[in-house]
Antibody
Framework: EVQLLESGGGLVQPGGSLRLSCAAS????????MSWVRQAPGKGLEWVSG????????YYADSVKGRFTISRDNSKNTLYVQMNSLRADDTAVYYC??????????????WGQGTLVTVSS | DIQMTQSPSSLSASVGDRVTITCRAS??????LAWYQQKPGKAPKLLFY???RLESGVPSRFSGSGSGTDYTLTISSLQPEDFATYYC?????????FGQGTKVEIK
């Protein structure tokens, strides 16, 4: 059974940093692209960042480009996102999502339960 | 970016009703469309990909159709467990974008 377990969320001040992690199990993590998708309170879904299976290619939404860095450790079956220069509009539940294939760009067949990031003073 | 517009934004329906949700893309997306169901406080769940291909385990009362820019999700006979918010997502262009969601509520 595929399991994705996010951690690292919490309250951070504007301008601060946070690193989220997603521990994966139940599938060959190193064979699949992964993404982060967020959902602001009461709002819809927004794709944030993606990384292909090898970690060699990364992709970002314009809204986070230059502030967020996605990475993965295939030896630990873990996906990360380092979030810097956080703003109030980054407040959201952040979901880790598994892509269908080794490259990003398709749909998401499994999602984690999400971790809440709140940016507020 | 490809804009995805869902209609209606919300609807009220009764158990047993037939429900149709529409998703319109700002340009043709060649059936590169997925549908997700999200219940309160839960992660989205994949229902369809390729516009009409049912994900394993999804009940057959759900169906997807469409082409070009216009796509629909239909629930033939609404069940209590189907009350949720539904999202479409295109994967034809980069970045992948979602519709704003359609909330299906109990009448």
């Amino acid at each position: 059974e595929v399991q994705l377990l996010e951690s690292g969320g919490g309250l951070v001040q504007p301008g601060g940093s946070l690193r989220l992690s997603c521990a994966a199990s139940g599938f060959t993590f190193s064979s699949y692209a992964m993404s982060w998708v967020r959902q602001a309170p009461g709002k819809g879904l927004e794709w944030v960042s993606g990384i292909r299976d090898s970690g060699g290619s990364t992709y970002y939404a314009d809204s986070v480009k230059g502030r967020f860095t996605i990475s993965r450790d295939n030896s630990k079956n873990t996906l990360y996102v380092q979030m810097n220069s956080l703003r109030a509009d980054d407040t959201a539940v952040y979901y880790c999502a598994k892509d269908l294939s080794s490259a990003t760009g398709l749909y998401f067949d499994h999602w984690g339960q999400g971790t809440l990031v709140t940016v507020s003073s | 970016d490809i804009q995805m517009t869902q209609s209606p934004s919300s609807l009220s329906a009764s158990v047993g009703d037939r429900v149709t949700i529409t998703c319109r893309a700002s340009q043709g997306i060649s059936n590169s469309l997925a549908w997700y169901q999200q219940k309160p406080g839960k992660a989205p769940k994949l229902l369809f990909y390729g516009a009409s291909r049912l994900e394993s385990g999804v009940p057959s009362r759900f169906s997807g159709s469409g082409s070009g820019t216009d796509y629909t999700l239909t629930i033939s006979s609404l069940q209590p467990e189907d009350f949720a918010t539904y999202y479409c997502q295109q994967y034809y262009g980069t970045p992948r974008t979602f519709g704003q969601g359609t909330k299906v509520e109990i009448k």
